[in-house]
C-alpha cells in the first residue's frame, strides 16, 4: 500500500487527478467512483481539466435506498452536478435506489462489473472503517448488496439533509468482492476525524470489524491523505 501525504485537501485532490490522467492515459476505460465530500476537490481538478471521458464508463459505489435520482439528496443527483454535466461519460452507472427487486438488481449489478472491469476505483473512508456502504462486520465475500446504515452512519451524513429523520436507512452498494476486484484502488481521506480510521487502514490488522483494513491484500492500493488525516500514522 502506498501512503501520499499531501498538505491539504486541494493539493490530495491534484494528486488523485494525476493518477487518474496517467491510468487513462494507459488506456483505463472503466473507472469505479465515489460520492460523499472527500472526492469533490478532485472532481473540481477534473471538471477544470480538458480530460475527455466521451470513451469511458463510470460505476458509483452505491446510492441510497429510496431516493429518485432527480432528489437533490442522491447519489445520481451528486454525480450529475459535481462530474456528469461538465463531463460527459459514455454511460455512467449508479445502484437504482428505487429498484422493486433489490436482489435481481444486486446480481445485475455484479454482472455489470463482469462484463466491465474497473481499472481504477476511487473511494472515500467512513470514521468507522467503511468503505462504500460497507459497515464494520460485513463479510468480505459479499457482492452487491442492499445494506443497513449503522447510527453513526447516518448521524455522519445528516449534515447532508434538513433533518436526521430524513436521511435514509438502507443503501445498495458494490460489495467489498468488486471493490478488490478493481485493478487499482486509490482511497481519499482528509480531515482529523479520519485520522483514526486512516490509521486502521495502513496498520492495523485486517478485520472484517474495519472493512478497509481488506485492501492490505490489494496488490494497488493508493493512499491520499492530507497531514490531519496522516496524524496517527507511525
Ligand atoms: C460514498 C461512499 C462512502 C464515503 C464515506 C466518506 O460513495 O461510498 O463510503 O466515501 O462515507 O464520506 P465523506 O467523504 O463524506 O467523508
Known sequence: MKVIVT???????????????????QG???????????PLTFYQEVVTSSLDFSDVISINLDEYVGLAPDNPQSY???????L?????????Y???????DPATFCQ???????????DVQLLGIGQNGHIAFNEPGTPFNLGTHEVQLTESTIKANARFFNEISEVPKTAICMGIKNIMAAK????????TEKAHAVKQLV?????????????????DVTVICDEAAAAELK
Open 184 to 191: 487499482k484502488i486509490v482511497l481519499l481521506a482528509f480531515g
Open 28 to 38: 483505463a476505460k472503466v473507472l469505479g467512483l465515489a460520492t460523499g465530500s472527500t
Open 94 to 100: 449508479l445502484p437504482d435506489g428505487l429498484t422493486q
Open 76 to 82: 445520481h443527483y451528486f454525480m450529475q452536478k459535481h
Open 7 to 25: 498538505k491539504d485537501k486541494y493539493a490530495g485532490g491534484k494528486a488523485t487527478f494525476d493518477i487518474f490522467a496517467e491510468a487513462l492515459k
Open 84 to 92: 456528469f454535466d461538465a463531463k460527459p461519460f459514455k454511460a455512467c
Open 108 to 118: 445485475q449489478y455484479d454482472q455489470l462489473m463482469l462484463d466491465h472491469p474497473i
Open 203 to 219: 496498520e492495523g490488522t485486517i478485520t472484517e470489524a474495519i472493512p478497509a483494513t481488506v485492501l492490505q491484500r490489494h496488490h
